[in-house]
């Protein structure tokens, strides 16, 4: 575990291991944001491999765009934990690292022979982070669990239902679920690994994709009914109003926020337009958010002007809040994206060009860096296993016995 007086350079997780058993996108994303913050990270992957390898194109067909995007400072090694020498293996793995984290599913773990008491056997003091879908106890436990499904049954899919006033339920385009349970799964382990630095003591910890989506949603949609006896409506009020969207200028579109009791008389005053607010002069707080879709309505009524410069010019002089909207061809030439180096063209040593993303969240004394490129299906067998103990000689047999995945030679 890492010590007080570890050289920090490489990161503030430096000297931290982690074993990581995790694939497609909710684990992946929390172990890349901490191998990026400096955490030696081990990708454990069935012959199979992780299945966004073969998402979207790439050039050897192992690295595909997702893959790439989730995994770099990570190694990785293959292994068919159905063989009794791949698990000798991985015991031997299991007694080295501080953390290991994993998204497969408790049946197959227990079939495998590690659980979490399993490990301990192995090392006591381990932190065991589970993300699973569903939590231990509930009706749901132990089911399978993928984005799609886990939206809708958090009532995400509700939501642009709501604002488009239709009755199907309809799914973000994104992969909220694994993304934000991911986030959640991170989190959890710093605070596991900040209470064994203070004790001593390994913990199991169940990250639960629905039970993590549902606080997620409800942080603003529990709205009247956090209260009993219900006082409102389900979903909050803003958010949920169909007007609530980029507002079409004269070249685009841009993002328009009258927020204070200010910024709205203003608004339309400096627009030249100072007539359409009149009838609201003395609404209150209270007044404009039972009818802030009519309100956003009329903001809609007057951006289609100015371009989208020039209302970014005129309302920045005035102090109310604006932005710019981005397409995503639009997001590596943003100036603001550009300025803070957000993108870095990287020259992969098998795959060749390719972007990455700069890790987030800034630190002044332990910057997160780029370290290592995303790894090839088991191509880090041989420099991994060596640190166990293994020759060359060993790790070929292993490879022969198909226990372990042969690295890729092109």
């Known amino acids: ?77 293959v292994l068919d934990l159905t063989k ?43 932190i065991y982070v589970h993300a699973v879908g569903f939590g ?36 973000l385009p994104s992969i909220v679920a694994d993304k934000a349970t991911g986030l959640h799964m991170m989190y959890a382990t710093l605070a596991a690994l900040f209470h064994h630095q203070r004790t001593g003591e390994g913990q199991f910890v169940e990250v639960p994709m629905l039970e993590a989506l549902v606080g997620f949603t409800l942080a603003e949609h529990f709205y009247g009914h956090a209260y009993d006896p219900p006082i409102g409506q389900w979903g909050y009020t803003r958010i949920l ?23 709205w008389p203003l608004f339309f005053d400096i627009s030249g337009k100072p007539e359409l607010w009149d009838k609201w002069r003395g609404a209150s707080f209270e007044d404009r958010t039972k009818n802030i ?59 060749g060009g390719y972007f990455t993303t700069k890790h987030p969240v800034n630190f002044s004394k332990t910057p997160a860096k780029f370290r290592l490129h995303p790894p090839r299906k088991g191509g880090d067998a041989y420099e991994v296993l060596a640190k166990y103990g293994y020759s060359n000689s060993d790790i070929d047999a292993l490879v022969e016995s198909k226990a372990v995945g042969k690295p890729p030679k092109d």
């Open 241 to 263: 109003t169909p007007n609530r969207k980029p507002f079409k200028s004269k070249d685009g579109y841009i993002g328009i926020v009258p927020y204070t009791d200010k910024h």
């Open 84 to 126: 009794d020498k791949a698990k000798e293996v991985f015991r031997k793995m299991i007694a080295d690292c501080d953390i290991f984290m994993t998204n497969v599913r408790p049946d197959g773990l227990a079939r495998l022979g590690f659980t979490y008491e399993d490990m301990i056997k192995i090392k006591p003091d381990i």
């Open 1 to 77: 575990m890492a010590q007080s007086k570890i050289d920090t350079s490489n990161g503030p997780l430096t000297g931290v291991k982690i074993l990581d058993m995790t694939s497609v996108v909710l684990g992946p994303y929390a172990t890349q944001l901490l191998a990026d913050m400096g955490a030696e990270t081990t990708k454990v992957e069935t012959p199979v491999g992780d299945l966004m390898r073969t998402a979207g194109p790439s050039p050897h067909g192992d690295l595909g765009p997702i893959f790439l995007t989730l995994n770099r400072n990570k190694k990785s090694v």
């Open 293 to 351: 879709d009519s309100l956003y309505a009329l903001i809609g009524e007057v951006t289609q002007e100015r371009t989208t410069q020039e209302w970014m010019t005129l309302l920045d002089e005035h102090d109310i809040p604006c932005m710019r909207i981005n397409r995503l061809e639009d997001l590596q030439k943003d100036p603001h994206l550009v300025d803070v180096n957000f993108f870095t063209r990287r020259e992969h040593p098998t795959e």
């Open 136 to 171: 231990a106890g509930g009706a749901y436990a132990g089911r399978q669990a993928y984005d799609d499904l886990v939206q809708g049954a958090s009532g995400i899919a509700d939501l642009l239902p709501k604002t488009d006033k239709v009755e199907q339920p309809r799914f």
